[in-house]
């Protein structure tokens, strides 16, 4: 069995509310073992014999658009894929004021678009793409002066993405399954 992480898109924002309890209740379905959830943005930690990462996320997704009525992109990491993200962080010491996120991207970035979203830094963001990853820095309080947001970064990578704060990113390595 391999423990996965489905990180959800667009749950619980803009009006489209799911229970946690709902959603490990739309997605106990053969196949996926020991359902949990953590926060309620769309973070699903379960177990699966299935090794495919592709075959289970058009499982999930279409489970989800037949009980939710809309798509749901859904972004799968194992633990050993959280680990190296925590690893990759190329934000290892920042200043306090300022907060981590990740946003897990649907395909690795174009590198003449990352180099674009470089150009946008600014001293109320940084960002830092590696690989299917962007790592930004977001002065905390002032998110009205940054540009960045979820929407802002698809816009700019061409790519589908959702974001998690480093804590939340951090917190599933707790769902590691015991040795």
Do not use: C
């Not at 990578?157 to 707790?174: C, D, G, I, P, S």
């Amino acid at each position: 069995m391999t423990r996965y992480i489905a990180f959800l898109r667009a749950i619980n924002v803009g009006g489209r509310v799911v229970k946690m309890d709902d959603l490990k209740k739309i997605l106990a379905m053969p196949g996926l073992k020991n359902i949990t959830t953590y926060i309620q943005s769309g973070n699903v930690i379960f177990d699966s014999a299935e090794t495919d990462k592709n075959v289970l996320v058009k499982k999930i997704e279409k489970k989800l658009l037949t009980a939710l009525g809309y798509e749901v992109t859904t972004f799968l990491k194992t633990i050993p894929d959280i680990e190296s993200i925590i690893k990759k962080n190329p934000f290892k010491k920042y200043p306090e004021e300022m907060g981590l996120h990740v946003s897990f991207l649907s395909a690795a970035a174009d590198k003449e678009l990352v180099k674009q979203l470089l150009l946008l830094q600014s001293e109320y963001e940084q960002f830092n793409v590696t690989g299917s990853e962007a790592y930004i820095l977001v002065r905390k309080g002032a998110y009205g002066e940054t540009k960045f947001s979820n929407t802002f970064l698809e816009k700019k990578l061409k790519t589908q993405a959702t974001t998690r704060n480093w804590a939340t990113v951090n917190k599933m390595l707790e769902y590691k399954l015991p040795a």
